[in-house]
């Protein structure tokens, strides 16, 4: 009996050792799924982090876009509207002063200068300026240069506006045509 005990003990033993080393592999693999899940979480926080920080930068582009949007809705149309600007004022600038003092001319003179100053108002209540262009340095951001007329300014400083420049804001809406200094010969 003592062999039979020895046997079982042996028996019992063994399936002990074959039951912990199960027990064993079963953790080992637990804990390999709990590090593929802990991984797996961390590419998916990493991954909403991504996608929200994504989100915020479409956000960002579309309020910028919409705020473009509302402050130069008016370009197309300003540009469209300068050339009435530009010929209103030679008008003004063709009438000779006998004619400007001349009592049928003058409620036609004061009208046309009216109209001239409610250009300009309209202009700036919607952000357009004109661009200063005589006595500057020329910048090509801002003029453009037609011709160069021999002077005693500096060379480069703008002598002569041929048509006004103007800015929307902060962008340019048309360049002055300028004509520019350049050493007399």
Request: charged share 35%; net charge negative; no cysteine.
């Given at each position: 009996m003592n062999d039979e005990n020895m046997e079982l003990d042996q028996n019992e033993t063994s399936q002990?050792?074959?039951?912990?080393?199960?027990?064993s592999e079963a953790l080992d693999d637990l804990d390999a799924k709990l590090?593929?899940?802990?991984?797996?979480l961390e590419t998916t926080k990493q991954d909403v982090l991504y996608a929200h920080a994504e989100t915020?930068?479409?956000?960002?582009?579309?309020?910028?876009?919409?705020a473009d949007a509302r402050a130069y809705a008016a370009t197309s149309f300003?540009?469209?509207?300068?050339?009435?600007?530009?010929?209103l004022?030679?008008?003004?600038?063709?009438?000779?002063a006998e004619l400007r003092e001349d009592d049928k001319?003058?409620?036609?003179v004061v009208g046309l200068e009216a109209t001239g100053r409610e250009v300009e108002s309209v202009f700036?209540?919607?952000?357009?300026?004109k661009v200063k262009a005589l006595g500057e340095m020329l910048d090509p951001n801002l003029h453009q240069a037609m011709v160069e007329l021999p002077s005693d300014e500096v060379p480069g400083t703008i002598v002569?506006?041929?048509?006004a420049g103007y800015r929307i804001k902060d962008r340019l809406l048309r360049p002055a045509l300028v004509g520019v200094a350049k050493k007399p010969e």
């Open positions: 002990a050792a074959e039951a912990a080393d199960g027990a590090a593929a899940l802990e991984q797996e915020q930068n479409v956000r960002r582009r579309m309020e910028k876009e919409l300003a540009r469209d509207i300068l050339s009435v600007a530009d010929n004022g030679r008008a003004l600038d063709s009438i000779p001319f003058k409620a036609l700036s209540r919607h952000g357009i300026e002569q506006e041929m048509q």
